[in-house]
Structures are given as C-alpha cells and as structure tokens.
C-alpha cells in the first residue's frame, strides 16, 4: 500500500501532466490560429492591392510580390488536378488533429513537434479556405529563382524543416 508521500507524488504529477496537455493544446491551436490569420491578412491585402500576375519589386530581380492563382499544390506543381487538392488536405488535417491530440500526453511530442505541427495544420488550412471559396490558392511570395509562394506555403516548410531536423539524430 502506497504512503501519503507517494499518493501526493502521483497527483502532483497527474496534475503536472494535465496542465501541461491543456498548455501544449493552446500552444497548438495559437500557432494555427495565427497562421491562418497572417496568411488570409496578407491575401486578402496583396489581392486588393495587386492585379492577376503584376509585380511589384522590394528588391529589384531578388524579391518581388507577384499575384498570382495556383491550381497546382506546393509550389505550383501539379495544375488543375480539381477536387483531390481539397479531399487530400482534409484527410491530412484530420490525422494531424488526431495525432496530436492522441499523443498530447507523450513524452514524445516536445513542444517543438507541437509548434510544428501547427505551422503545418494552419498552413493546410490556409490554402484548403482558397481552394474551397476560391478554387486556386493566391500565392504573391516572388523570388524570381523559385516558383510564387504564400505565408501558408512557408509556414508548412518551415513545420516540416523543423520535424525533419528533430528526426535527424545527434551526431555523437
């Protein structure tokens, strides 16, 4: 039978446990939910500013804010590929969803994975509001030396960077 001293232990650490899985889901959604606004913000903005494929240069022949309407996924790969560019997205946000929430009390997920993830699911959800409403994704992001980009496009390349480099081990 377990002392008081032991009893007390398991329920600081239950405790512990739950505080951190309610602050870890609101790191998470917080994440999301500011990506998701910044990216419809600064869509919203260049779409009223810019016409269809104008630029405008920042850094003449470095960075430029072109608009542009992707059909295509990341990047502008794959045009006109339809409905399966939204039916994709939601099965991957929905195992994302999963995932973190079944993992929530994991050792395993570091708030690093956590912010990660949420870059990715608030990019996903950025990009499957304009295919839904508007059938394209505005991408304004202009490089001149890579494909029109988004702030939902690099908010899924910066999530997944940070996963793949939390999964390349330690050199010793």
Same mark, same amino acid.
């Not at 309610?22 to 790191?27: A, C, G, R, V, Y």
């Not at 050792?107 to 508007?134: C, E, H, K, M």
């Not at 992001?141 to 996963?163: E, H, K």
């Given at each position: ?27 998470? !959604?917080?994440?999301?939910?500011? +990506? ?6 600064? &869509? ?13 240069? +920042? ?7 072109? !608009? ?11 045009? #006109? ?18 995932? +973190? ?19 990715? !699911? ?16 505005? #991408? ?10 988004? +702030? ?19 050199? &010793?």
């Amino acid at each position: 039978m377990p002392g008081i001293a032991g009893i007390k232990e398991t329920l600081i650490a239950a405790m512990q446990d739950a505080r951190r899985s309610q602050w870890d889901i609101i790191i998470f !959604l917080s994440g999301v939910s500011a +990506v998701v606004l910044l990216d419809r913000l600064t &869509k919203n903005f260049f779409s009223g500013f810019l016409d269809l494929n104008e630029s405008i240069a +920042v850094i003449r022949n470095v960075l430029h804010f072109t !608009l542009v309407h992707n059909t295509g996924i990341a990047f502008g790969f794959f045009k #006109d590929c339809g409905a399966v560019f939204i039916i994709i997205p939601v099965i991957l946000t929905g195992l994302l969803i999963y995932n +973190v929430y079944y993992y929530r009390n994991s050792p395993r997920l570091s708030r690093t994975y956590i912010v990660a993830f949420s870059l990715i !699911l608030g990019g996903a959800i950025g990009n499957l509001i304009d295919r839904i409403f508007l059938g394209y994704v505005i #991408d304004f992001i202009d490089f001149r030396v890579w494909p029109v980009f988004n +702030v939902a496009d690099s908010a899924i390349t910066i999530g997944a960077a940070i996963i793949l480099l939390r999964c390349i081990p330690a050199a &010793k």
